[in-house]
């Protein structure tokens, strides 16, 4: 029998492929030293003591910062996750955020929460918002996706639905390549001319030493007045102080994350979301049985 440790909540779809007598599946932390394998969402393992047990960690979702690889690398412990799983939910979330952000949904919407329709002239109250909340079209718009993987390359499709002029870049894949991806994206082979151009720029890089921080100030500095940043990826890729600066400033229209900050998240422009990316029950049932199966296949065949 393998033992399964189960760190967040998981699919019960996913779970029901590690049935009995085969697997058992346990939450308890007291047993974490006999697990053959752990199963996690986005709870951080940095300094989860590795059990010597341990052949291998599932992640049910895209993102591996939550997971020590480099001690996992060593321990010998392969570590699975579900790329592409979650990509739909992602994509619907972000367009969803862009269109709330251009046309001033959210504040709008507490704005007719906080009247009184009760009122004498109920309509009159209406009216005084609509001049007020007044947004953008984003047909036309330049939208600049930063990151080409499954996420990336849906949004750029849904976006051109929408009737926008799409940019892409990829700081690991080549241009030549992107574009096989979809060739309708206008490739940039640098960030800069990237970001100089685009009114909506949303990014879909993972978290690497190489990503951290890539929004800087310099970067910044260069998206056009009036631009909205989306950040659905993670939050360390953008440098907040900068950031918040244009934001005070009114540089930017609006910035838009599912990573919400003690120093950003109070302002007006900026709408956060508790992580929510990949919170539907397709994306969750699919990115828990994507992993499962393939921790499945390793634990009883070793591939
Ligand atoms: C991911 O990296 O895929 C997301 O963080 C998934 C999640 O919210 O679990």
New binding site residues.
């Given amino acids: 029998m393998k033992r399964i440790r189960v760190l967040n909540q998981i699919a019960p779809s996913g779970l029901a492929l590690l049935g009995e007598p085969q697997y058992r599946i346990f939450e308890e932390s007291g047993e974490q030293e006999d697990a053959e394998a752990i199963l996690v ?2 709870a951080d393992m940095q300094q989860l003591e590795i059990p010597p047990s341990l052949l291998a960690v599932g992640r ?4 591996v910062n939550n997971i020590p690889l480099a001690k996992m690398n060593e321990a010998g412990v392969a570590v699975f996750n ?1 790329p592409g799983a ?1 990509a739909n939910a992602v994509k619907e979330l972000v367009m969803a955020a862009m269109l709330m952000a251009a046309r001033n949904l959210y504040p709008a919407a507490e704005f007719v929460r906080q009247l009184d329709l009760n009122s004498d002239q109920p309509s009159k109250l209406v009216e005084s918002g609509k001049k007020r909340f007044s947004g953008f079209e984003l047909a036309g718009k330049k939208l600049g996706v930063i990151g080409l993987g499954a996420i990336g390359v849906k949004v750029a499709n849904a976006a051109f639905a929408l009737g926008m002029d799409v940019y892409g870049y990829d700081p690991v894949i080549s241009v030549h390549h992107a574009w096989h991806l979809n060739s309708a994206v206008h490739q940039c082979d640098r960030l800069e001319s990237l970001l100089q151009k685009c009114d909506v720029v949303t990014v879909h890089v993972p978290l690497l030493d190489s990503t951290r921080g890539m929004l800087n100030e310099e970067r910044l500095n260069l998206l056009p007045t009036g631009a909205i940043l989306l950040n659905f990826s993670r939050g360390e890729i953008v440098v907040e102080e900068p950031l918040k600066a244009l934001l005070e400033q009114a540089k930017l229209h609006a910035y838009v994350t599912d990573f919400p900050s003690a120093g950003l998240a109070h302002l007006p422009q900026v709408l956060s979301f508790p ?1 929510l ?3 539907t029950l397709e994306a969750e049932e699919q ?1 828990a049985i994507q992993v499962i199966r393939n921790l499945k296949a390793f634990l009883e065949h070793g591939i």
């Fill in positions: 969402r986005s049910a979702g895209v993102g579900a979650n992580h990316g990949a919170s990115s």
